[in-house]
């Protein structure tokens, strides 16, 4: 995955995702709190709507309890009473009072003037149960009053029962009824004749109150509580329905749904109604036909078969906040975007100058070490440019410095590699004037050290050129001139070169077939025989030992060349770790090139050089070749293949 699309995921995981359920959450906890502010007030507007409706309706009544107390309406029914139960003074007594009675129609109609609208008609009942006076809004008008009597009127007047069952019973309330005005109630209250302790039922005033007045009284003052116009005018955000015991809308908003059963005309407000004919209280969502959601609550309504719910529009109430929540969604989606396309750009800059870092980088490990960047920025791209410079120039002078170190050590190596030779040779001719000083006088001593001085003198030449070819030298060729090669000569001159002036001192042993042959370059072979004949004679010291010179077929294709002496051994780690290493030695005078030199020779012609060894014991060295050419590849194999042998007891000779 590439920086870019690690970083996008990670601003969405760890940036937008949290943005959106932030906002989401903000929205949602706002719609919670708004639906609890709505619930509340619908709640405590439903409780106040129903306790002024029961404040209203007994202040009506306790009005009408008064009217009927009124002395001219007692006056007038004690006139339309039938004289001919009374004594004749009483007879008297009531044409003389019956005169102000004359005006109780305006009495009447005085009351009704009070409460505009609120009336339907107001009846005055005789003890016969026939009406006398009728005082009733005309239809199509808001306040007028039409006053009847006489003929006018209508023969009876369907009255409650318990009015007229006992002469205590006070004012009665009847059921809520629909009328073509709408709701009403009709109220009958008894008018009695006060005379000391006797009370006589006189007659009675039934009083329609229209209850869908004060319903929309109440519509009024709840749209100016919510700062609105009337229902009629613009949609309301609250709406007033009263329904009855038989689930029919006594009351709604739209008039148009009146005395319609609730479940019918609103499907969504089916539960609240339900409820709400059963007496119940509390609050519950629902959906109106439009779709919209809204929350009613809703309790009964004390003394009256009612029920009354205040409902306030949740979807509008949160249309301000839906808005809000819709725009900081958007909000957060353009600072998304924005903050994405910033966020781009600046990758896409630095992932530029990390490309070109990355392609200098490339270009110092195919070997172009002249590599620097230059960029104009200030962020952290410019110190990985500046280490990558300051990288690269100390990466010249240290290539610059290990050349040097390379060539230097390359001329220590070839001064040492002359040393250890010349070191070599001068052993042999040290030996060699050792010996003519005790056998100088003899002819055949003589014929063989001239040879041997002429043989050294050919190899200080040898060495000599060496030294003005470095180049040639230092190549790692060791093969010069390879050719089938009788070795038991070679080995023999080695022998009684190095080995037989020191017979007197240690025992001697040559096992040698007569002819065994190789591949080789005689002088190369020559020295690798001198030098593990010199470290043998070394590690014998001054003590007497065995020396022990084998050679023979190891197989069918290899030849092998054994070096034994008795001397004090190496240690298993010392072989692991230092024996074949250059410069590492046990002898007290040495550089530790010899056996380093031996190895790579003999690995040049395809062989191997082992080492078996034991402390106090002995050590023996054995060179394995081939007997037949090999190839450059067989050379370089054998090269890598060089490992020393564990250390292990050497069988005494």
């Keep these: 995955m590439s920086i870019r699309a690690k970083l996008l995921l990670v601003f969405i995981v760890l940036g937008l995702v949290p943005m959106l359920l932030l906002s989401y959450g903000c929205y949602r906890s706002g719609a919670r709190a708004v639906e609890q502010l709505l619930r509340a007030d619908v709640t405590q507007r439903a409780a106040h709507l129903s306790a002024d409706l029961t404040t209203i309706l007994a202040d009506r009544e306790a009005d009408l309890t008064q009217l009927a107390r009124d002395p001219n309406l007692r006056a007038y029914l004690r006139e339309q009473q039938t004289p001919k139960a009374m004594s004749p003074a009483g007879q008297a007594a009531l044409l003389q009072s019956a005169r102000p009675a004359l005006a109780v129609p305006a009495t009447l109609a005085a ?86 302790a006797q009370r006589l039922l006189l007659g009675a005033i039934v009083a329609d109150l229209k209850l869908d007045t004060l319903f929309n009284q109440f519509e009024t003052k709840l749209a100016k509580q919510v700062n609105a116009e009337p229902p009629a005018q613009v949609e309301p955000q609250r709406i007033v329905v009263v329904l009855d015991h038989a689930g029919l809308l006594a009351h709604h908003t739209n008039r148009a749904l009146y005395y319609q059963p609730a479940a019918n005309v609103m ?25 919209q959601r809204w929350l009613a609550a809703y309790q009964p309504v004390a003394g009256l078969d009612l029920s009354i719910a205040v409902a306030g529009n949740v979807t509008a109430a949160a249309a301000g906040l839906q808005l809000f929540g819709t725009a900081g969604l958007a909000l957060t989606m353009l600072t998304a975007l924005l903050v994405c396309f910033v966020m781009t750009i600046v990758v896409e800059r630095t992932a530029r100058r990390i490309n070109r870092v990355a392609a200098a980088a490339a270009e110092i490990a195919a070997g172009n070490l002249e590599q620097r960047i230059n960029v104009q920025s200030t962020d952290e791209t410019r110190l990985l440019v500046d280490s ?14 290990e050349t040097e170190s390379k060539q230097f050590q390359s001329f220590l190596r070839l001064s040492a590699m002359l040393t250890h030779d010349l070191k070599n040779s001068i052993t042999g001719l040290s030996m060699l004037v050792n010996n003519m000083e005790r056998h100088l006088d003899r002819a055949e001593f003589r014929a063989d050290a001239i040879s041997s001085l002429r043989a050294a003198t050919d190899k200080l030449r040898a060495l000599v050129a060496r030294l003005n ?16 090669t009788d070795l038991v000569p070679v080995i023999r001159r080695v022998f009684a070169t190095l080995a037989e002036p020191v017979a007197a001192i240690h025992q001697l042993d040559m096992q040698l077939p007569e002819q065994l042959s190789a591949p080789v370059d005689a002088e190369r072979f020559e020295r690798v025989i001198e030098n593990l004949v010199i470290n043998a004679l070394e590690a014998l010291g001054a003590r007497s030992g065995r020396l022990t010179i084998a050679a023979g077929l190891l197989d069918e294709e290899h030849v092998f060349i054994s070096v034994r002496d008795t001397g004090a051994g190496m240690t298993e780690e010392f072989i692991r770790t230092r024996l074949f290493r250059p410069f590492a030695t046990t002898k007290e005078k040495g550089i530790g090139l010899g056996l380093y030199t031996c190895r790579e020779i003999i690995a040049a012609h395809g062989g191997r050089l082992e080492v078996e060894s034991e402390l106090s014991v002995g050590t023996c060295f054995r ?24 250390a292990k007891a050497v069988p005494r000779a």
């Design 388 to 401: 990558f410079n300051l990288m690269s120039d100390r990466l010249r002078e240290h290539i610059a410095r």
């Design 111 to 196: 009351f009704a003037h009070n409460y505009p609208g609120g009336y339907a008609s107001l009846v005055l009942v005789g003890a016969g149960r026939r009406p006398l006076a009728r005082v009733r809004a005309a239809l199509g008008t808001g306040s007028e009053l039409r006053i009847e009597t006489g003929d006018a009127l209508p023969a009876r007047v369907e009255l409650d029962e318990r009015v007229w069952a006992a002469s205590a019973q006070g004012l009665v309330r009847g059921p809520v009824t629909h009328e073509a005005f709408g709701a009403a109630v009709r109220y009958v209250v008894p008018v009695f004749a006060d005379d000391g």
């Design 469 to 484: 070819e470095p180049a040639r030298t230092l190549s790692g060729e060791y093969r010069h001139a390879i050719r089938q």
């Design 623 to 646: 060179v394995v070749l081939p007997s037949t050419p090999v190839t450059r590849t067989e050379q370089l194999s054998a090269a890598r293949s060089q490992q020393p042998t564990n």
């Design 267 to 291: 499907p969504g407000f089916a539960n609240v109604a339900r409820a709400m004919t059963t007496g119940g209280w509390g609050a519950e969502f629902f959906t109106a036909n439009d779709g």
